[in-house]
């Protein structure tokens, strides 16, 4: 036999059965290793895989709740095992669905219920390379942000080091609903470990990028790993608001404030109190608007149109802009102090074309998204669909990917997505189609119109009156255009 089970009294020495090598089992896995997993979540159970001295065995063990009892410890061999397949991965093992387990430790965790884990090199000085192991009952619990929060938790200071390139492994296997974060570039992965620092404080963010790069996505991951999850999150498009209406939806107003306040209306912030407000598009707020938000990120109180008395809120500020904010400071379009009162953590999201290693992790995400949207059975995209798609630069980000995702489902026949699947700006896989002057003078006409369509709804946040406004057209014809070029 391979291994063995053997109950085993904490504390109590245990031999492993090869050449008489005496295994003491640990009476608790590592300090950093319990701390991570409470600052991560209450259901998560932690449990430590750490090599025999002289054997090719280790000592596989997991703690189901966090107290003091070991339980059962799990002799395996280390090529066969969690602990191999951390140290050959160089990285996080991260299993989301223990469906068909491979290792003996996975068939362990299965037979008590668990769904999910995640694995982290964590060396101990006495018996050397070893794997932390995180487990959760539910499915889908490891995204690469939380895999960040315990690769980060393990790295403190006190810690014992995990690998170096301890997140360059994780791919398109974490997932967490269908609002998540997906990638594994090293820019994706810099920006999933400063998520999990700062989730926790209540310390105010700016995100920059360019539209359609998941900022909104990040926002509420940040909301999502805080202490205020359980709390409302909020949005306003600030590039929707008019001047006129800036106090009103910010900050409320009550019953007869002004002429057509019939009722008494509760304000963003607010609605936010106590949980997160996200200021989406804050590069668009006027100069008004943005004198009076300034003062509430001050003093954290306004007043509402209509009242004398001032409210106050405890609310944490996410603000995202795909504006150059600095470039918007020197030319007097943006105020500097309220740059610096909102850029106290700037997270800044490259676009799709400078991480293309994150373009196939999504491209699958979306894949399997809308697979289930439109009830079609599973769908794999063809290795010369994956050429093309990592070929083109996508000026609208993951945004313009994922309707290109949802498109190909729509019109694939088979189990493949074929390059002839994608819609026509993309299948061409020289990397600048919007600079493409080759087809019919439809075909050309058809790309001109869909960037230019594309680039309104970007700068109007997806508001469909602005989008008109911006386009010069009857506002009752912006869905033909955006049903015509597939965006949404």
């Not at 007097?332 to 700037?346: C, I, K, S, T, W």
Request: glycine share 10%.
């Amino acid at each position: 036999m391979e291994h063995e089970r053997q109950e085993t009294p904490v504390g109590e020495t245990e031999r492993s059965g090869v050449s008489g090598t005496a295994a003491r089992v640990p009476k608790r896995v590592t300090p950093e290793a319990r701390r991570a997993a409470g600052r991560v979540g209450d259901d998560i159970a932690v449990g430590l895989a750490c090599p025999d001295p002289g054997s090719a065995r280790h000592t596989w063990f997991l703690v189901p709740s966090m107290n003091e009892t070991v339980g059962a410890p799990l002799h395996v061999r280390r090529g066969q095992s969690i602990l191999g397949g951390v140290l050959q991965r160089r990285g996080p093992l991260v299993v989301n669905e223990l469906g068909n387990p491979r290792f003996e430790e996975e068939r362990a965790m299965a037979a008590d219920g668990f769904r999910s884990y995640v694995a982290l090199r964590n060396d101990t000085a006495q018996r050397g390379p070893a794997a932390a192991v995180f487990a959760s009952r539910s499915p889908r619990r490891f995204d690469a942000v939380t895999v960040g929060a315990l690769v980060g938790y393990l790295e403190e200071p006190g810690a014992r080091p995990s690998s170096a390139d301890a997140l360059g492994d994780v791919a398109q296997s974490v997932s967490g609903g269908r609002e998540t974060v997906v990638g594994e570039s090293d820019a994706f992965l810099e920006i999933c470990r400063l998520i999990a620092i700062v989730a926790r404080k209540n310390t105010t963010v700016l995100i920059q990028g360019e539209s359609g790069t998941g900022k909104e996505v990040l926002a509420k991951t940040i909301h999502r790993y805080s202490d205020r999850a359980a709390r409302p999150f909020v949005r306003v498009n600030c590039a929707a608001l008019a001047e006129s209406l800036v106090e009103s939806e910010m900050f409320g107003h009550r019953k007869g404030a002004f002429t057509g306040a019939i009722a008494t209306h509760k304000g963003r912030f607010e609605m936010a109190d106590g949980g997160t407000l996200l200021l989406d598009e804050i590069g668009n707020l006027s100069l008004t608007g943005q004198a009076k938000l300034l003062r509430v990120l001050q003093e954290s109180e306004f007043e509402p149109v209509g009242q004398s008395s001032s409210v106050k809120v405890d609310v944490r500020i996410i603000a995202t802009t795909n504006v150059d904010l600095e470039r918007e400071i020197r030319n007097g379009g943006f105020r500097e102090d309220l740059y610096y009162r909102l850029a106290v953590v700037p997270i800044r999201v490259p676009p799709l074309r400078d991480r293309r290693k994150d373009v196939r992790p999504l491209a699958e995400h979306f894949l399997g998204r809308a697979v289930v949207d439109l009830g079609k059975p599973a769908l794999e995209l063809a290795p010369e669909t994956m050429e093309r798609l990592m070929a083109y630069d996508w000026p609208g980000n993951a945004r313009e990917l994922r309707n290109a995702m949802e498109y190909a489902a729509l019109v694939a026949r088979g189990g493949r997505i074929l390059p002839e699947n994608l819609p026509s700006q993309i299948d061409g896989g020289n990397g600048e189609p919007h600079d493409r002057d080759d087809g019919t003078l439809r075909e050309r006409m058809q790309r001109f119109e869909r960037r230019v369509v594309l680039e309104a709804f970007e700068r109007a946040g997806g508001v469909r009156k602005d989008v008109a406004k911006i386009l010069g057209i009857d506002p009752r014809n912006v869905s033909y255009f955006l049903r015509k070029h597939n965006i949404r």
